[in-house]
């Protein structure tokens, strides 16, 4: 949200200093509600001051004459209610100050008059956000507000505890919150259609989790850095899969590759991997019952 000179500025066809210039002949010399206006004679502002001070509301128009903002002053600093307009004139957000701090219900409106997000503050630190129309409020209709949105717990000013996060991209994370970051038990869905269920820690997947991929195929095991590593199961689509050791997302270590589809059916090889492919002792097995010791 810009502060009052930025969005005076941005209104303003004044120089900074004809700005500053002016703001110290407001608060000195005016009394009463006073306009401001451009050079073509568009109104840009009203304001009411009481020995040079801002009380009561303060209005932005833009070049239209469209109202942008209605705010309430009390001693020169915000207190009351702050309603900010959307382009098509319905209000956009509702919110609560106390004595220049954001303190309260703040609601973020669609143009049905619907809340898509309603927070809580007090002394200007918000304590929780909530999504009242959740099952109602499409993937599409955020990409079209053109911003990322969260809902959830907050602690010391930071996203911590339970919390939905969705992102302009189209991905979505369910799940745990530390510090402004993905942390402990969640679920991030990807626009593409993969999805990951499991532990995270500082926004990577750690631990235990299962990445399943929109083709079919899956990993279940363990996480580290995001990437697998130690133990886990790689499920092709076609039946296929690898059981065992893991290291920077490629096999490494001990493992065993199972063939359950096409001419290999039935064989498995046992043996050592390194970076992803067979390295050392190993021993391959038919599907006859007869094996072959091999090196690579």
């Keep these: 949200m810009m502060t009052d000179y930025e969005n005076r500025r941005f209104l303003s066809v004044r120089t900074p200093e004809q700005e500053a210039a002016f ?9 009463g509600l006073h306009t401001m206006r451009d050079p073509e004679g568009n109104l840009l502002l009203k304001v009411n ?35 900010f307009y959307g382009s098509d004139g319905f209000p956009a957000m509702i919110g609560q100050w106390v004595n220049g701090l954001q303190d309260g219900i703040i609601e973020c409106l669609q143009n049905d008059g619907k809340v898509y997000i309603r927070s809580t503050y007090k002394d200007g630190e918000c304590l929780l956000e909530e999504d009242p129309i959740k099952d109602n409020f499409s993937v599409e209709s955020i990409l079209l507000k053109g911003s990322d949105r969260y809902a959830g717990n907050y602690k010391d000013g930071k996203k911590s505890g339970q919390g939905t996060f969705y992102s302009i991209n189209g991905d979505h994370y369910e799940g745990n919150w530390k510090d402004d970051m993905y942390f402990g038990r969640g679920t991030y869905y990807f626009a593409g259609g993969n999805r990951y269920e499991g532990n995270f820690k ?21 996480f580290k850095d995001g990437m697998y590593f130690g133990q886990g199961t790689f499920y092709f689509i076609n039946g296929d899969r690898y059981e065992g050791n893991w290291k920077d997302g490629m096999y490494f270590g001990q493992g065993t590759f199972y063939w359950e589809s096409g001419e290999f059916r039935g064989h498995r090889y046992e043996g050592n991997w390194k970076e992803g492919g067979r390295s050392g002792q190993g021993t391959y097995y038919f599907k006859d019952g007869s094996q072959e010791k091999q090196n690579w």
């Excluded at 703001?23 to 009394?31: A, G, I, R, S």
């Excluded at 997947?205 to 991929?213: A, C, D, E, I």
């Design 202 to 222: 500082n926004n990577k997947y750690f631990g235990q989790g299962t990445l399943y991929f929109k083709d079919g195929n899956r990993y279940e095991g363990n």
């Design 49 to 83: 001051y009481v020995n040079g001070k801002r009380e009561g509301f303060l209005q932005y128009f833009d070049k239209t004459g469209a109202l942008q903002s209605r705010e309430e002053y009390k001693n020169d600093v915000k207190h009351g209610i702050d309603t």
């Design 23 to 31: 703001e110290t002949q407001f608060k000195v010399t005016m009394d």
